[in-house]
């Protein structure tokens, strides 16, 4: 099986992210895009529950690759 990538998606006017097992980068960009697109709501489901994510609020999608918890890609906290 395929390992799975975490997404970290962050809203407009928020500092803290939503964390999201992915099974792949590409798939999942195109999957909002056509949500936004659309005009649609991304579900996400975990153990803590539901949350329906308007995707045209998304400000940024962050892949870290390491697993310490360290933002990537020059985002500060």
């Excluded at 395929?2 to 928020?14: F, L, P």
């Excluded at 992210?17 to 999942?28: C, G, L, P, Q, R």
Aim: glycine content about 6%; hydrophobic content about 40%; overall charge negative.
């Amino acid at each position: 099986m395929a390992e799975k990538v975490k997404a970290k998606v962050y809203m407009v006017g928020s500092t803290s992210a939503i964390e999201v097992d992915i099974k792949d980068k590409d798939s999942f960009l195109k999957e909002l895009k056509d949500l936004a697109a659309a005009n649609e709501f991304y579900m996400h489901r975990d153990e803590d529950g539901e949350v329906a994510i308007n995707v045209s609020l998304i400000q940024a999608v962050e892949f870290p690759n390491d697993k310490d918890s360290k933002r990537g890609a020059g985002l500060v906290s």
